[in-house]
């Protein structure tokens, strides 16, 4: 009996992590290549002691600017684990998620190439514990990443016309 209840404990204790994983593998490619700068930035920062993992989106957005470019927008959360920063290849049975640390609420945008995350624009990244953000920074987040898409002047350049007192 006993060794029954430790199963479902422990079976119950590695759901959300597996199921967090398994929304991680369910994003786009596009998506998920903007988890994982977020996550490496926020790795490299000297106070963040716990290893973080993906969470779940809140919202995803993307423009297609055409010539096989992009601009993505991705509001999601990271959830620290029991694991120590740096863990490479955490499992899911050493690396729970923790229940006493807020979730870092992330807003990242990029742009993208062929699907691959472009360095100009440089990649936008803000992450920031959930009861830290305000309303005020969470609207800075989107417009920066709204002027952001508009920089390119790749959609723009082909609404312009030939003046007809130039011929």
Do not use: W
């Not at 991680?24 to 490299?44: F, T």
């Not at 050493?94 to 990242?108: A, T």
């Not at 803000?126 to 959609?155: D, F, I, N, V, W």
């Amino acid at each position: 009996m006993a060794a029954l209840l430790l199963l479902l404990f422990s079976a119950g204790v590695l759901l959300p992590s597996i199921e967090a994983q398994e929304a991680y593998s369910k994003l786009p490619d596009k998506y998920r290549k903007g988890v994982d700068l977020a996550l490496q930035q926020l790795n490299s920062h000297f106070g963040v002691q716990h290893h973080f993992l993906f969470f779940k989106s809140l919202l995803k957005s993307d423009i297609e600017s055409g010539f096989n470019v992009e601009y993505i927008y991705h509001n999601f959360y990271l959830k620290a684990t029991t694991c120590a920063r740096g863990t490479v290849n955490p499992s899911h049975q050493r690396c729970q998620f923790r229940n006493d640390r807020p979730l870092m609420d992330c807003g990242i945008c990029y742009k993208t190439f062929a699907g691959e995350i472009e360095k100009d624009p440089k990649p936008y990244v803000h992450c920031l514990h959930k009861p830290k953000l305000t309303k005020a920074m969470s609207t800075t987040r989107q417009e920066h990443c709204r002027k952001m898409s508009y920089t390119s002047g790749a959609p723009t350049l082909l609404s312009i016309t030939k003046n007809e007192t130039d011929e």
